[in-house]
């Protein structure tokens, strides 16, 4: 069956030293202890190749986007294949501050998925709609639009990716979505999933929360059967905090 994960976002929060402080703060409040999940944390680009060796292999390890081309004259880029060359093997494709910042579309969230999945990295890839959206029930229609970045992909390649539905009006503002409008919607994008694929993937595909999760909220929220964990941002910069929301599955 499907993978409960739980998966940190760092943003671009901490300086190398830092980073790799709390890379290892992690590991130590993880050594021994049995997790019922998977366990990643995603780092800004310059950590990666330091933090990957300072926690235990049972810890992923990915980057927070990569670049939408293969290699070449683009400046200040930071290709899919420099990602897996450190040792990380996820990375956050699609995060709502990326398409609102950085002005990521449908298109290019596709051609990155697929030089992800190309050079061997787990792409978690992020729908979610903005409040706006949400006033206007319009939810269901936003994540459907977004899944078209993903829904180009062969089966056996879709199998390979992570989903990660996180309303846009949650994150970093304290507002969690409830467990009821968490399950309606992750229940919806397994439905798309399934009408796209086949109830086989659907099934085991995961597809985990964003949002103001923290340790306090965090078992009702994975309780739900269509929620199978958690993308967790600023909680994910305090290990202690980090390792409340694994525990959530214990
Ligand atoms: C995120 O940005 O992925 C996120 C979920 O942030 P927070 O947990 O801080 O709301």
Not at 21 to 38: D, I, P, Q, R, S
Not at 135 to 141: L, R, S, Y
Not at 200 to 228: H, M, Q, R, T
């Amino acid at each position: 069956m499907r993978k409960n994960i739980v998966a940190g976002n760092w943003k671009m929060n901490t300086t190398l030293q830092e980073g790799i402080a709390l890379a290892k703060e992690v590991n130590e409040a993880l050594a021994g202890v049995k997790t019922n999940c998977e366990v990643i944390i995603c780092t800004p680009f310059t950590h990666l190749a330091s933090v990957v060796p300072v926690v235990s292999p049972n810890i992923g390890v990915g980057a927070e986007n990569c670049a939408d081309k293969a290699s070449g004259a683009y400046t200040g880029e930071v290709s899919a294949a420099m990602v897996a060359s450190t040792g990380a093997k996820y990375v956050i494709l699609g995060h709502s501050e990326r398409r609102a910042y950085y002005g990521e579309t449908v298109e290019i969230l596709e051609e990155k998925v697929k030089l992800a999945l190309a050079n061997g990295l787990t792409p978690i890839f992020c729908i979610g709609e903005v409040l706006e959206e949400r006033e206007a029930n319009k939810q269901n229609e936003v994540v459907a639009a977004q899944l078209a970045s993903v829904f180009s992909l062969s089966a056996d390649d879709f199998s390979k990716i992570i989903l990660a539905y996180e309303p846009v009006w949650a994150i970093g503002t304290g507002k969690t979505a409830t467990p009821a409008q968490a399950q309606e919607i992750h229940a919806f994008i397994r439905s798309a999933v399934e009408k796209k694929y086949g109830k086989g993937i659907a099934e085991s595909c995961s597809i985990l929360y964003g949002g103001s999760c923290k340790p306090s909220n965090a078992k009702e929220l994975f309780a739900n059967p269509d929620v199978d964990g958690g993308l967790i941002g600023g909680a994910a910069l305090n290990a202690s905090d980090f390792k409340g929301i694994i525990d959530a599955f214990n």
